[in-house]
């Protein structure tokens, strides 16, 4: 009889190390199944070591669905279905897929915007939920060639109207515009001068811009 025990005893204990060491299945759904298919196209992981991995992986979806134009997308529920499943349901409500950008014409130069929007004016732009990212990376460049290499370019006051997005251009510009007042080589004491103007092009005085810079020293 002690036998007995002590086989079952073994056997169950070595399941349970198989079952703890398996692998977690995230499932998401939608409301539907288009809404379904929306979130598939994120081809979000699936196996998962814990519950933090899981959590984090669900709010990375709906990250991304944010930058589809799901700016109201909710989790409605993230729970546990069996021993090594998770079901996540998000709602995805409306999709918006082009924003009204309000920015002051002292701070963006209108021709930038031109190179990133079709439509603009004197007081705002329109762009694609897509291209936000993309395009305020555009303009901090901008900003940077024109000596400004440490100012902060985001979206406020974000807000619908009608079914339409609205935000304001918030452009944070540090100190006043920076120079180059001095070029200092580490490393190698005979390094020609002549190599620094004529070929990378870097001399004093000249508007600091941190990306050819950058591409230069490299």
Same mark, same amino acid.
């Given at each position: 009889?002690?036998?007995?025990?002590?086989?079952?005893?073994?056997?169950?204990?070595?399941?349970?190390?198989?079952?703890?060491?398996?692998?977690?299945?995230?499932?998401?759904?939608?409301?539907?199944?288009?809404?379904?298919?929306?979130?598939?196209?994120?081809?979000?992981?699936?196996?998962?070591?814990?519950?933090?991995?899981?959590?984090?992986?669900?709010?990375?979806?709906?990250?991304?669905?944010?930058?589809?134009?799901?700016?109201?997308?909710? &989790? =409605? #529920? @993230?729970? %546990?279905?069996?021993?090594?499943? !998770? $079901? /996540?349901?998000?709602? &995805? =409500? #409306? @999709?918006? %897929?082009?924003?009204?950008?309000? !920015? $002051? /014409?002292?701070?963006?130069?209108? #021709?930038?915007?031109?190179?990133?929007?079709?439509?603009?004016?004197?007081?705002?732009?329109?762009?694609?939920?897509?291209?936000?990212?993309?395009?305020?990376?555009?303009?901090?460049?901008?900003?940077?060639?024109?000596?400004?290499?440490?100012?902060?370019?985001?979206?406020?006051?974000?807000?619908?109207?009608?079914?339409?997005?609205?935000?304001?251009?918030?452009?944070?510009?540090?100190?006043?515009?920076?120079?180059?007042?001095?070029?200092?080589?580490?490393?190698?004491?005979?390094?020609?001068?002549?190599?620094?103007?004529?070929?990378?092009?870097?001399?004093?005085?000249?508007?600091?811009?941190?990306?050819?810079?950058?591409?230069?020293?490299?």
């Amino acid at each position: 009889m002690k036998k007995n025990y002590f086989i079952a005893l073994l056997i169950c204990f070595t399941y349970g190390i198989k079952t703890n060491g398996q692998d977690l299945l995230l499932n998401i759904s939608g409301n539907n199944i288009l809404e379904t298919s929306k979130i598939d196209s994120c081809n979000y992981s699936k196996k998962h070591k814990n519950y933090k991995s899981i959590s984090k992986e669900v709010l990375r979806v709906q990250n991304l669905l944010y930058k589809q134009g799901y700016i109201e997308n909710k &989790l =409605n #529920k @993230l729970e %546990k279905f069996n021993d090594s499943t !998770y $079901k /996540a349901k998000i709602e &995805l =409500n #409306k @999709l918006y %897929k082009n924003i009204t950008i309000h !920015y $002051k /014409a002292n701070t963006i130069q209108k #021709k930038w915007l031109n190179s990133i929007s079709n439509t603009v004016t004197d007081t705002h732009f329109i762009l694609t939920l897509k291209d936000i990212e993309s395009s305020l990376k555009y303009l901090n460049a901008k900003l940077s060639e024109q000596g400004y290499p440490f100012s902060k370019i985001k979206l406020n006051d974000i807000t619908t109207s009608k079914n339409a997005l609205i935000a304001h251009l918030d452009v944070a510009i540090k100190n006043k515009k920076r120079t180059i007042n001095k070029i200092k080589v580490e490393g190698y004491k005979k390094f020609p001068k002549s190599y620094l103007k004529h070929f990378l092009k870097i001399k004093k005085n000249q508007t600091f811009n941190l990306n050819p810079v950058n591409k230069k020293t490299e």
